[in-house]
């Protein structure tokens, strides 16, 4: 991310006025490696200078790495509002609210987070990624009858990332033979991942079947990557 700072304030010298798209980018990379570097400061001043040079109605993720940067800086007043203007920019980008929501928990405020995955909730759709995003919220929420109900639907279509997640609800409930199940299945539908490994391992330690997990842990160590 030292690099990529260092890369990027080379660039945004380099640019000139007639690149304004180029110079946003940039800026939104920068600010974003800034925000890794924990320079939140520099990531605010950063989001100010760009969202200042610019009209657009696409700044959504400027406001969010502004309010984020402001709400580990402790101003949280400040971060709201640019929470609540990147989602007035885009409403119905359920990444952006579970964004938000993961912030709101790295700072101890998951009950403030919430509100905004409650606010996600009234999203419509009816493709599998909209199901899919409603349980990912209902997961979040702890509320995991009602995840278990949205994600039936593309896990019914097989939909990997769902049939990912609904592995987890059903941990999460104490279901493992149905968790087993769901890895088991990925498994043969997807073949090997280090995820499905972690599953069954988790599992296995559920159960207290240790040796079982030892040997899931071990092949999905020894996946590439």
Do not use: W
């Not at 696409?58 to 800086?73: F, P, Q, V």
């Not at 928990?105 to 606010?119: A, E």
């Not at 919220?137 to 009858?145: F, G, H, T, V």
């Amino acid at each position: 991310y030292e690099d990529a700072e260092t890369a990027f304030t080379s660039a945004l010298s380099a640019a000139d006025d007639k690149m304004p798209e180029n110079k946003l980018d940039l800026r939104l990379y920068l600010a974003a490696a800034q925000y890794r570097l924990a320079e939140y400061e520099k990531a605010v001043d950063t989001c100010t200078t760009l969202l200042e040079d610019t009209t657009s109605d696409g700044n959504e993720d400027a406001y969010y790495l502004r309010g984020a940067s402001e709400l580990h800086e402790g101003n949280t007043d400040d971060a709201k509002k640019d929470f609540d203007r990147a989602v007035a920019l885009d409403p119905t980008d359920y990444d952006l609210y579970l964004n938000i929501y993961e912030t709101y928990n790295q700072m101890n405020l998951s009950g403030v987070g919430g509100d905004y995955l409650q606010s996600a909730l009234s999203i419509q759709g009816e493709e599998l990624e909209d199901y899919y995003s409603r349980g990912r919220i209902y997961y979040y929420l702890e509320s995991y009858d009602q995840a278990q109900s949205q994600l039936i639907v593309p896990v019914e279509q097989k939909y990997e990332p769902a049939m990912e997640l609904i592995g987890r609800v059903y941990l999460a409930q104490g279901d493992y033979a149905h968790a087993k199940e769901v890895y088991m299945q990925m498994q043969a539908e997807f073949g090997e991942s280090a995820g499905n490994y972690n599953g069954l391992a988790l599992c296995a330690i559920a159960e207290e079947d240790y040796d079982g997990a030892l040997s899931y842990i071990i092949q999905g160590l020894a996946l590439d990557g």
